[in-house]
T-cell receptor
Framework: AQSVAQPEDQVNVAEGNPLTVKCTYS??????LFWYVQYPNRGLQFLLK??????LVKGSYGFEAEFNKSQTSFHLKKPSALVSDSALYFC?????????????FGKGTSLLVTP | NAGVTQTPKFQVLKTGQSMTLQCAQD?????MYWYRQDPGMGLRLIYY???????DKGEVPNGYNVSRLNKREFSLRLESAAPSQTSVYFC?????????????FGPGTRLLVL
C-alpha cells in the first residue's frame, strides 16, 4: 500500500521560530509528494510538491520541504513562523497507478503559532 | 477565473433524503475527484473521473453515485442519506491523471445527516 504518515497531531511554535511539520511515506517506486494547507472552514490550498530533481522544494508563503529518500521523509519547514500560518497541514502521496492517480492523504497536523 | 466551485456550502438532510452536490471547474481540466473529509482521517476518495465520459470508484464509494455532466461539471449524488455520510465533501480537479499534476480543491460542502 502507498501511504503517508504524519506522526504529530499538533505542533506548537512561537512566532518567529522555525517550524517543522513531519511527514513520512511508504511507496513502491518513486513517489510524488505534496503538501496542502487548510485554513478553518476553507478548502485545501496547494503549497508545494516533489516530483523529481532537487531534493529541496520551495513553495508558497515561504514554505519549503526536503525530500529525503533514505529516511523516506518529506518534512515541511519554514524559517520563521507567523501567527497566520496556524492551520491544518496535510501531506499527500500520489501513488503510481490506481484510482486515477488520486491523492493519498495523511491524517493532518494542526499547526498553532502563538504570538 | 473562479477555479473549483461547489454548491451548496452547507446542507442538512434527514435520514433517507436524497441530494446532489454540484462541482464545476473553469480551468479546462480533464480529471475531477470527489473526496470526503472526516476528523482524524484525512481525505478519502469517493469517486473520480479521469476524463470526460468516464467515472470510477475510489476508496469509499458505497452510498454515492456520480455524473460527469461535461468537461466542467462533476456531481455527487446521495440517493438515501445516512448519518454516516455526515462529512465535509471536497471536489478537486487536475489537468491530467498522470501523477505529476497538482490537484486544485473547491471550498467544500458541509453535510449534516440527522
Amino acid at each position: 500500500a502507498q501511504s503517508v504518515a504524519q506522526p504529530e497531531d499538533q505542533v506548537n511554535v512561537a512566532e518567529g521560530n522555525p517550524l517543522t511539520v513531519k511527514c513520512t511515506y511508504s511507496v513502491s517506486g518513486n513517489p510524488y509528494l505534496f503538501w496542502y494547507v487548510q485554513y478553518p472552514n476553507r478548502g485545501l490550498q496547494f503549497l508545494l510538491k516533489y516530483i523529481t530533481g532537487d531534493n529541496l522544494v520551495k513553495g508558497s508563503y515561504g514554505f519549503e520541504a526536503e525530500f529525503n529518500k533514505s529516511q523516506t521523509s518529506f518534512h515541511l519547514k519554514k524559517p520563521s513562523a507567523l501567527v497566520s500560518d496556524s492551520a491544518l497541514y496535510f501531506c499527500a502521496v500520489r501513488p503510481v497507478g490506481g484510482f486515477g492517480y488520486a491523492l493519498n492523504f495523511g491524517k493532518g497536523t494542526s499547526l498553532l503559532v502563538t504570538p | 477565473n473562479a477555479g473549483v466551485t461547489q454548491t451548496p456550502k452547507f446542507q442538512v438532510l434527514k435520514t433517507g433524503q436524497s441530494m446532489t452536490l454540484q462541482c464545476a471547474q473553469d480551468m479546462n481540466h480533464n480529471s475531477m475527484y470527489w473526496y470526503r473529509q472526516d476528523p482524524g482521517m484525512g481525505l478519502r476518495l469517493i469517486y473520480y473521473s479521469a476524463s470526460e465520459g468516464t467515472t470510477d470508484k475510489g476508496e469509499v464509494p458505497n452510498g454515492y453515485n456520480v455524473s460527469r455532466l461535461n468537461k466542467r461539471e462533476f456531481s455527487l449524488r446521495l440517493e438515501s442519506a445516512a448519518p454516516s455520510q455526515t462529512s465535509v465533501y471536497f471536489c478537486a480537479s487536475s489537468a491530467q491523471a498522470t501523477g505529476r499534476e497538482t490537484q486544485y480543491f473547491g471550498p467544500g460542502t458541509r453535510l449534516l445527516v440527522l
